[in-house]
């Protein structure tokens, strides 16, 4: 028990006191204290704000900057109120967004500082989007492997200490040649094959553990690729499927760095956003696992050019095949299974790929007539 060792005389006893340590969460409820799974120094740490459950919660994003945190800082403000969504990056935030509602420094390796953000905010959910993606990762393995596994460390003990609700998500990067492809199951076999994939499915396990160990609640979806119109990706194998509506707008070409014939499971940003959401809200009961398949459509970079051709007839598509991004995408699902989102919390996308083209061209359009007209 080496954790007992460095905690005070009221948290020892009242540890002891917990009958069969070693099966029990480790966080204990007796009058407000709880141990956090870092060693503590101080008895200031026990402390834990508790609130009613009819207050908002007050959530925190990490990486809020990159592809998904600004729409969901704006969804969810909608929801619960402007000034109890704090996006944080280690970025300078654009006006737009600074100007939008809070936004804080937060560097996810740095634990005194996010302890400091947490507690002084009152934060109680926290929504962990920070990470480097996969084809970003395995240009830099050790950066990838600071972020995306020591800086979650971080995450989930000061989750853990402070009782908050924590979403991380994970991908269908999660998968290997030797998982299932088509479709891939919530559970079988997971061993990926890029530094990305291998620090999801180390968050998935170690949320999931935290939650068993110590009674942490931890959420995780497994997102396919997201495509944004107003957010742009932040280096990912997924990226062309975004890439190529900037690139039929600017010059009526576009050139793509996966084969024609490359099918993964894709995903319209509202859908994402929305099914995060909608999880962070399910009832603990309905939940039958902590790490979920969110699935919406599945397509090749020839299907979504013939679905943009339908009306934009002119565009033209060449391959160029770049073969980290092209062996990464053979290795992962192109399908996902998510049967039990949909049974146990009604998870239902809204947009297929008709759909997500029509939406895109709307906002690409709209954009474009606007900047004629500017
Ligand atoms: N976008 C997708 O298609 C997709 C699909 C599956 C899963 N996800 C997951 O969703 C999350 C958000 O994805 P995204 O597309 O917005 O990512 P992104 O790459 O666009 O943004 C990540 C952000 O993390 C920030 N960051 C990097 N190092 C940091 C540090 N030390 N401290 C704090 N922040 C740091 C970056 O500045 C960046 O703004 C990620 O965890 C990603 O793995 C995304
Ligand atoms: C799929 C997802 O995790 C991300 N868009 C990537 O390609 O890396």
């Not at 996006?87 to 100007?99: G, T």
């Not at 039958?288 to 090749?300: C, D, E, G, P, Q």
Request: proline share 6%; glycine share 6%; hydrophobic share 40%.
């Amino acid at each position: 028990m080496p954790v007992i060792r460095t905690l005070s005389k009221v948290a020892k006893q009242a540890l002891l006191s917990t009958p069969a340590y070693g099966c029990q969460p480790l966080t204990v409820a007796a009058r407000n204290i709880s141990f956090s799974p870092r060693q503590v120094t101080s008895d200031a740490s026990f402390h834990s704000a508790s609130f009613s459950d009819t207050d908002h919660p007050r959530v925190l994003i990490t990486g809020g900057l990159g592809q998904l945190g600004v729409g969901l800082a704006k969804l969810l403000r909608k929801r619960f109120g402007k000034y109890n969504v704090i996006l944080s990056d280690i970025r300078k935030p654009p006006s737009n967004v600074f100007h939008s509602g809070p936004f804080i420094y937060a560097d996810i390796l740095d634990y005194k500082n996010l302890r400091e953000i947490v507690v002084n905010n009152r934060i109680t959910w926290l929504v962990h989007y920070s990470a480097l993606l996969s084809a970003i990762g395995e240009a830099n393995v050790s950066l990838a492997r600071a972020v995306n596994i020591t800086g979650l460390h971080n995450i989930l003990d000061i989750a853990a200490e402070h009782g908050l609700r924590l979403f991380v998500p994970s991908t269908i990067g999660a998968f290997g040649p030797t998982s299932p492809r088509n479709p891939t199951p919530d559970v079988c076999v997971q061993r990926p094959r890029t530094i990305y994939g291998v620090s999801k499915v180390h968050a998935e396990l170690m949320g999931e553990y935290y939650h068993h160990r110590y009674g942490l609640d931890f959420r995780c979806l497994r997102y396919p690729g997201i495509i944004s119109a107003d957010s742009n990706p932040g280096g990912g194998t997924t990226d062309y499927a975004v890439q190529i509506f900037h690139d039929a707008f600017k010059s009526g070409k576009f050139e793509c760095n996966l084969k024609p014939d490359t099918r993964l499971p894709m995903m319209y940003i509202d859908d994402c956003l929305r099914a995060t959401l909608e999880v962070m809200e399910a009832p603990a009961d309905t939940l039958s696992m902590r790490t979920y398949n969110i699935n919406a459509m599945s397509f090749t970079p020839e299907e979504l050019a013939q679905e943009l051709q339908k009306q934009m007839p002119e565009l033209e598509v060449t391959y160029d095949v770049d073969l980290v991004r092209q062996a990464i995408a053979d290795s992962w699902p192109m399908n996902f299974d998510d049967s039990n989102a949909r049974k146990d919390w009604s998870w239902k996308h809204d947009y297929d790929l008709p759909e997500l083209v029509q939406t895109m061209l709307n906002y690409f359009s709209t954009d474009a007539c606007l900047a004629r007209a500017n």
